[in-house]
């Protein structure tokens, strides 16, 4: 592998810019470093072409043309359209603050079940699966009316603080109750109650058995 590299003429630069290669393009094909390409083709005289260029001022034309496509075209296409870098296009969309209302699929679901649901104890995932729609339509219904929480549940607290203190599991406790596995850890700590350890159960049915010591 050559450490070093290789030289090239001027005429090779100017015939591989006459392609409309970028630096980095030409820099590959020639195996040498992108900086090196720049610095021979501005002593040769050559501008950047324009699409290679990541910013760049535009006329009072072009502006206008970026305002009227905004809305229902990408940066890629304006970029493409204008035959500038689609850098240029978002930074001059910040600049003259444009807004470009985001499309995507229409969700099918259907608010009012998606209320009674979630007011009947079911997570956004339940929801979702048993709707067979996205986890994301199904959160942003919820946050919309204001159901991000499960805190309109009524749970008889000492129901719940009996169940929890006969050892059941926070998924039973959470399937007889009608609420959520994490509705019960934040009832846990709002009523007080101790946490339960955590860690490996002591294995009672293989006693160790002690090794004679070598002296």
Request: aromatic letters at 8%; one cysteine or more; charged letters at 30%.
């Amino acid at each position: 592998m050559n450490m070093y590299p290789k030289k090239f003429t001027d005429e090779e630069l100017v015939s591989l810019y006459n392609k409309g290669l970028s630096d980095h393009a030409i820099a590959r094909m020639l195996n040498v470093y992108q900086s090196t390409v720049r610095r021979r083709r501005v002593g040769l005289g050559l501008p950047p072409h324009p699409q290679f260029c990541r910013f760049k001022k535009l006329t009072s034309e072009q502006i206008a043309r970026i305002k009227d496509m905004w809305t229902d075209n990408s940066a890629v296409k304006i970029a493409k359209t204008l035959g500038v870098h689609r850098h240029t296009i978002s930074s001059w969309a910040r600049k003259l603050k444009l807004n470009r209302k985001h499309k995507g699929r229409p969700s099918s679901a259907d608010p009012e079940l998606i209320r009674k649901l979630r007011l009947e104890g079911f997570t956004y995932r339940e929801i979702a699966e048993k709707l067979k729609i996205s986890f994301e339509a199904v959160k942003y219904q919820c946050r919309k009316m204001g159901l991000r929480r499960l805190n309109t549940i009524n749970v008889d607290f000492e129901e719940f603080k009996k169940l929890y203190l006969e050892g059941l599991t926070y998924k039973e406790i959470a399937d007889k109750l009608g609420i959520s596995v994490g509705r019960v850890v934040a009832l846990r700590n709002k009523l007080g109650l101790l946490k339960r350890k955590r860690g490996r159960r002591k294995r009672s049915n293989h006693p160790t058995v002690q090794r004679p010591m070598v002296s």
